[in-house]
């Protein structure tokens, strides 16, 4: 069993807004597309955020720690749920704006910087914190996943029926 946090503070209340907040916006939006594209989206979001933690934030690396204790903990797995509302929106409103061409890559770097800013106020809260990384890294990292994310919110869309894409 994953132990509690040591402390309810700023960390857990920012995770916990986040998310309540998050979840609440995305539950409010007209539906546009199959439900079942939305949550592959969350789980796509989560298995990325999964994977980089579990590689770069662990050692032999251990570039940054997630939440109070340097070991996983019951938090952390929570922590995981934090982005999925913003990876929702972000190909909604792609969705919606259907960018291409130039308006795609000021779309993607938009929405990275977006995220950085949103990690920055996460790093501000004690979500995380560096030790050998710096939020320049994670723009690079958020620039790959939105493509990533968009491409396979368009596959989804195809094997969905709806191939307006």
């Not at 999925?84 to 795609?104: E, K």
Request: aromatic share 16%; hydrophobic share 50%.
């Amino acid at each position: 069993m994953l132990p509690p946090p040591l402390d309810f503070d700023a960390n857990e209340w920012f995770i916990i807004l986040t998310i309540v907040c998050g979840y609440t916006l995305v539950a409010l939006l007209p539906k546009r597309y199959p439900t079942a594209v939305s949550i592959l989206v969350v789980l796509f979001c989560v298995s990325v955020a999964i994977i980089l933690d579990h590689s770069i934030a662990t050692p032999p690396l251990d570039m940054y720690d997630i939440n109070d204790q340097k070991k996983y903990e019951l938090m952390d797995v929570i922590t995981y749920f934090m982005y999925s509302p913003f990876a929702v929106l972000s190909v909604y409103i792609y969705d919606r704006l259907n960018p291409t061409g130039l308006y795609f890559t000021a779309y993607v770097i938009g929405w990275s910087g977006l995220a950085v800013l949103f990690e920055w106020a996460a790093v501000k809260c004690h979500v995380f914190t560096y030790h050998e990384w710096h939020l320049l890294y994670s723009f690079s990292v958020y620039l790959i996943a939105t493509v990533l994310q968009i491409s396979l919110f368009r596959l989804l869309l195809r094997y969905s029926g709806r191939a307006n894409h």
